[in-house]
């Protein structure tokens, strides 16, 4: 059992570059959310969906973008790098709102 | 928007001894959770408590959430090297989605 996956691992990008994080679970679970993890703040949250064609705004959703087509993947978008968007990223799953939110094990994007 | 305070930032103790790390808030959340994150990976779930002044316990750790739903603790007995990590609680308030502290980073030197 996979779990929720994530590619890439690393990314170096250079600023205006745009990118895509993936981000698939095989856990049937409705739930999906994005977080950046930046040194010594938390994780905060970017965008979520509570199902297939459904996306909320987080807390942080500005230059960033997401989509649902299927409940197995939530691709998290970069459209112009930013220095500022240099963070480790963990997508992450539950099947209810509620319950035990399931971590991917990160991407570590540098934006220079 | 919620806050969670995590207290101590950094705690480094020696094999052995006793610790509580502290979450708080002003704000009343209907659950919260701690999780443990090791360097390169996901954070991953300990415990869950929803009731004011539940107390749970996961072998040598010990889990309490405040009579008011806005604090919690977390105490280790005997702390092992296995223990390091960076412990993060995470408060919910209704179906809001989870609101994470900054975490307490925890070092345990054999």
């Known amino acids: 059992n996979a779990g929720v996956t994530q590619t890439p691992k690393f990314r170096i990008l250079k600023i205006g570059q745009s990118m895509t994080l993936q981000c698939t679970q095989d856990?049937?679970?409705?739930?999906m959310y994005w977080y950046r993890q930046d040194p010594g703040m938390g994780l905060k949250l970017i965008y979520y969906?509570?199902?297939?064609?459904?996306?909320d705004k987080g807390e942080v959703p500005n230059g960033y973008n997401v989509s649902r087509s299927t409940t197995e993947d939530f691709p998290l978008r970069l459209e112009l790098a930013a220095p500022s968007q240099t963070s480790v990223y963990f997508c992450?799953?539950?099947?209810?709102?509620?319950?035990?939110?399931?971590f991917g094990p990160g991407t570590r994007l540098t934006v220079l | 928007t919620q806050l969670l305070e995590q207290s101590p930032q950094f705690l480094s103790i020696q094999e052995g001894e006793n610790l509580t790390v502290y979450c708080n808030s002003s704000s009343v959340f209907s659950s919260l959770q701690w999780y443990r994150q090791e360097p390169g990976e996901g954070p991953v779930l300990l415990v869950t408590?929803?009731?004011?002044?539940e107390v749970k316990k996961l072998k040598r750790l010990t889990f309490q959430f405040g009579d008011a739903r806005k604090d919690s603790s977390l105490h280790i007995t005997a702390a092992q090297p296995g223990d390091t990590g960076l412990y993060l609680c995470?408060?919910?308030?209704?179906?809001?989605?989870?609101?994470f502290g900054k975490g307490t980073r925890l070092s345990v030197i054999a």
């Open positions: 969906s509570v199902g297939a064609g459904i996306t």
């Open positions: 992450a799953s539950t099947r209810g709102n509620t319950d035990t939110q399931y």
């Open positions: 995470a408060g919910r308030s209704g179906n809001t989605p989870l609101v």
């Open positions: 856990m049937n679970h409705n739930y």
């Open positions: 408590v929803v009731t004011g002044g």
